[in-house]
């Protein structure tokens, strides 16, 4: 979607979550965190990946929080992550603040929830030759 999006004209920014994070320190750091949060929101689309391999502090879960309710019906949002939703209160700093991104994020969302193998390994993994098989 991404792809297409691009090639439509939008402009999109992929990040995975611990970049994310880690640029927000950075600015955070210089000074310069309003400035990057105002280039976050110049995108049309921001496609987050990767939420919930790794949790985030209470700096992380606020800042994170700051994105999603700027971007809040103002510019759209893909997010991935490997949690289900009831875990995401254990992500984030507080619950409390999970529940408020959460609100934002699905009001108008479309949930894909995808189920099965990683496409990464599907096509490594070979099954079983049944002639391979000994009687015994």
């Known amino acids: 979607m991404g792809i297409e999006a691009v090639n439509a004209g939008y402009h999109v920014l992929f990040t995975t979550m611990d970049d994310l994070a880690a640029k927000m320190y950075a600015s955070l750091a210089d000074g310069s965190l309003a400035q990057y949060m105002r280039s976050l929101l110049r995108n049309d689309l921001i496609i987050l ?31 991935t992550s490997n ?43 070979v099954p079983p030759n049944p002639t391979d098989a000994k009687e015994g």
Do not use: M
């Not at 289900?84 to 529940?99: M, N």
């Not at 949930?111 to 193998?117: A, E, F, S």
């Open 49 to 79: 990946d990767e939420v919930g391999y790794l949790t985030l502090d209470k700096t992380a879960s606020d800042h994170l929080f700051q994105l999603i309710s700027r971007a809040y019906e103002n510019i759209s949002l893909i997010v």
């Open 83 to 125: 949690l289900d939703f009831s875990e995401w209160g254990t992500l984030f700093a507080s619950p409390g603040t999970a529940a408020a991104l959460l609100d934002r994020l699905l009001h108008h969302a479309h949930v894909i929830n995808l189920r099965g193998d990683s496409y990464r390994i599907r096509n490594r993994l």
